[in-house]
């Protein structure tokens, strides 16, 4: 299905939902609705639409178990998910997209051996699924194998029969192969291959123009003046702050504590503001009008998300939502779940917007190009600075650079401040069990290192367009906002 491949899940879910109204035991509509909803993270819709197709296209192919998989990798499931893709495996030893995915959840287990030993025949043979190759890439990263990747990667990547989506997977990890290889200049050709194939186009204006509206209207006084629903939100922290600030490593070391659940990347704000003001808050995200947060439709936000998120939660006294861009919707989150609170994550701005920029997401549409990085990494900065005056949630501000320098004093006030004692387990975050895949899933695995800590410094003859907006942004005269 085209809308599928091109990522455009909502409309893959209703034509697929189209085609079941016309012929109700199509196993492949039941897949496909299953694959866009797996990705829209309605895991449990999937589950049952994958089962039944299994159930009725008697001899299915390996795609479709990998769909089940992918259910199990989403909750967190990961004993199940590699059990479905090892049986898969022996079932189509040949199949790469099984491979692939297996590959990737032996390394999530930190197995790389295994998952090596598995890929190289397939890559010695020739292989060219761009998902395989990108995970040969991380596990020979990974082994201190990093040369090894090299050349099939830039071969497979050179193919102008891959689809763009799938070149950009291939230069993403061939950038960071020469990355590991400390072959800088390659490693930022290769992303910035990646990065110019890019279709999509962030409206950073309309975020701009929206976060001016926000910091205009939504002042201390008329945010005081709103409706709320009280008593909500008790034990939920929401971490926040850019992509790749730090909010996955926040979010494992709470995690470790044995109180905590961690709900990694969680989309039930967006969705709950959406009852609010559903045109922003699907466009780019943001509640832009106050006199729209009625007690009716605050108390049907609050409901939804705290519906949502109580399968994930379970028992514990803590849950954690890690979507970084919910620094928009603070606003609402404080209307409509007046008791969480706010972990803001916060790194030197031109190491945040280098990852961001060297870095493969589900949308990279305002992380493919440096300006707008830059102007986003501001509005960001700005919005949160208007939150901290405006809002009553309690906000942390964690810088990535303070915890890498003096992780316990550092670890002890984010557990007071999340009201919970101190255990060491949060210092030792990087043994517990493995947690929802993001970009910084590997990095997190590693446990705390410096050598993130001013890494644009190797980058920095490519950094012009990336430094002069910062500068610009802030002022002729002011120092770039510090971490």
Request: charged share 25%; with cysteine.
């Amino acid at each position: 299905m085209r809308a599928l491949g091109e990522g455009q899940y909502e409309q893959a879910e209703s034509l697929a939902t189209r085609a079941l109204a016309r012929e109700p035991r199509s196993p492949q509509a039941l897949a496909a609705r299953a694959s866009a909803r797996v990705r829209m993270r309605r895991y449990a819709e999937a589950e049952e639409d994958i089962r039944a197709a299994l159930r009725i296209g008697g001899s299915a192919p390996p795609k479709w178990s990998v769909t089940l998989a992918l259910v199990h990798r989403g909750r967190g499931e990961l004993d199940q998910c590699l059990a479905v893709l090892r049986e898969a495996h022996a079932r189509a030893p040949s199949s790469q997209i099984v491979l692939a995915n297996l590959a990737e959840i032996l390394s999530t287990r930190r197995e790389h051996q295994e998952a090596y030993d598995l890929l190289l025949p397939f890559v010695a043979r020739g292989a060219d699924r761009p998902g395989l190759l990108a995970q040969f890439g991380r596990v020979c990263r990974f082994l201190d194998r990093a040369e090894e990747a090299v050349e099939p990667l830039g071969r497979a990547a050179a193919r102008d029969d891959h689809p763009p989506a799938s070149r950009q997977q291939l230069l993403f990890e061939l950038g960071a192969v020469f990355d590991a290889l400390e072959r800088y200049d390659e490693a930022f050709a290769a992303v910035s291959r990646a990065n110019a194939l890019e279709s999509r186009r962030y409206d950073i204006a309309g975020q701009s123009a929206a976060i001016d509206r926000v910091i205009e209207t939504w002042t201390r006084d008329a945010v005081a003046s709103a409706p709320m629903v009280l008593g909500s939100g008790a034990g939920l922290i929401f971490i926040v702050g850019m992509r790749r600030s730090g909010t996955t490593l926040a979010e494992r070391i709470l995690a470790a504590h044995p109180r905590v659940a961690a709900g990694g990347e969680l989309p039930y704000l967006r969705q709950a503001a959406a009852a609010v003001d559903p045109e922003p808050a699907q466009r780019i995200g943001i509640v832009t009008d106050l006199a729209a947060c009625t007690p009716d439709a605050l108390a049907a936000g609050s409901a939804h998300y705290t519906d949502a998120v109580a399968g994930i939660r379970g028992g514990a006294e803590v849950l954690t939502d890690k979507m970084p861009a919910n620094f928009k919707l603070l606003g609402f989150a404080q209307l409509a779940l007046s008791q969480a609170r706010v972990v803001w994550c916060r790194r030197d701005p031109v190491d945040t917007c280098l990852s961001c920029y060297m870095q493969p997401f589900n949308d990279n549409s305002y992380c493919a190009d440096l300006r707008t990085l830059a102007r986003y990494h501001h509005d960001s900065d700005r919005l949160m600075r208007h939150w901290h005056g405006a809002l009553d949630l309690p906000i942390f501000e964690l810088g990535y650079e303070t915890l890498v320098n003096a992780p316990e004093p550092t670890v002890r006030e984010l557990l007071g401040f999340c009201d919970l004692p101190f255990d060491d387990a949060c210092l030792k975050f990087d043994l517990a069990a493995p947690a929802a895949r993001t970009a910084s899933t590997d990095q997190v695995a590693k446990g705390l290192y410096h050598t993130s800590v001013g890494r644009a410094a190797h980058y920095r003859a490519h950094l012009g367009p990336l430094s002069d907006e910062l500068q610009r942004l802030a002022g002729p005269d002011a120092p770039l906002p510090p971490a």
